[in-house]
């Protein structure tokens, strides 16, 4: 069993910045490819970035060239550093481990809010 614990969220203005971690934790485990979701207001949750163990990179077109995930694999973490952000960024952050379109592997943390205002 893995859990999944996000941190770093908080309120900023819109152009401001956040930086995001992710720790996984639990017995016999090995992280393969790691996502950043969001989910907004009202909205199903969505992904956001993905990063493979040999940090290969993929972004949602709405964060590509604002956020920038990574990854720490010997610490078992993950983090999405968070640029430029816009009201609508606003929503709980999780992360989890990307199978394949609307997969992941594990039962989601609590997430970490993000508030941008304008």
């Known amino acids: 069993q893995v859990q999944l614990v996000e941190s770093g969220g908080g309120s900023v203005q819109a152009g401001g910045s956040l930086t995001l971690s992710c720790a996984a934790s639990g017995s016999n485990f090995r992280l393969n490819v790691m996502g950043w979701y969001r989910q907004a207001p009202g909205k199903q949750r969505e992904l956001v970035a993905t990063i493979t163990r040999g940090a290969r990179t993929n972004y949602a077109d709405s964060v590509k060239g604002r956020f920038t995930i990574s990854r720490d694999n010997a610490k078992n973490t993950v983090y999405l550093q968070m640029n430029s952000l816009k009201p609508e960024d606003t929503g709980v952050y999780f992360c989890?481990?990307?199978?394949?379109?609307?997969?992941?592997?594990?039962?989601w943390g609590q997430g970490t809010q993000v508030t941008v205002s304008s």
């Open positions: 989890n481990e990307f199978v394949g379109p609307g997969t992941t592997s594990f039962a």
